[in-house]
């Protein structure tokens, strides 16, 4: 399967993510809580996928995808935010990003992204 990277600040949400990811037989090969761990980590681990929030400290997901893009240009990227952040989604797209999920997600939204993300 794949190995992704989690980008989250809260704890929580890169669990949450980081166990139905196991469950879907991928590798966690790192986790960050702000897109300045993101870059970094990314950079150390050339993970497959990375899913990345928007709305972190430090560094924004936004400003983190923008920099992963420079350093890799086909980095597969999917997004994660919450309810309201539509502007944002867009503009990662535009960006770049794959694909994006919207907080509270459950299981099968994460698999069906993760499996779109892989195939592209």
């Avoid at 989250?8 to 897109?35: P, Q, T, Y």
């Avoid at 980590?41 to 992963?68: C, N, R, V, Y």
């Avoid at 989604?89 to 779109?116: S, T």
Wanted: zero cysteines; hydrophobic letters at 50%.
């Amino acid at each position: 399967m794949a190995k992704l990277m989690v980008v989250d600040d809260s704890i929580f949400m890169r669990l949450m993510i980081k166990n139905i990811l196991l469950e879907l037989g991928h590798e966690i090969v790192a986790e960050a809580s702000n897109g300045l761990e993101a870059i970094s980590l990314f950079l150390q681990h050339s993970p497959d996928i990375i899913t990345l929030d928007i709305t972190m400290p430090e560094m924004d997901g936004i400003t983190a995808l923008k920099e992963i893009k420079s350093y890799k240009s086909d980095s597969k990227i999917i997004m994660v935010s919450a309810m309201g952040q539509q502007s944002f989604v867009i503009e990662a797209i535009n960006l770049g990003a794959r694909d994006f999920i919207v907080k509270p997600f459950d299981k099968d939204r994460v698999a069906e992204a993760v499996k779109k993300v892989l195939n592209t």
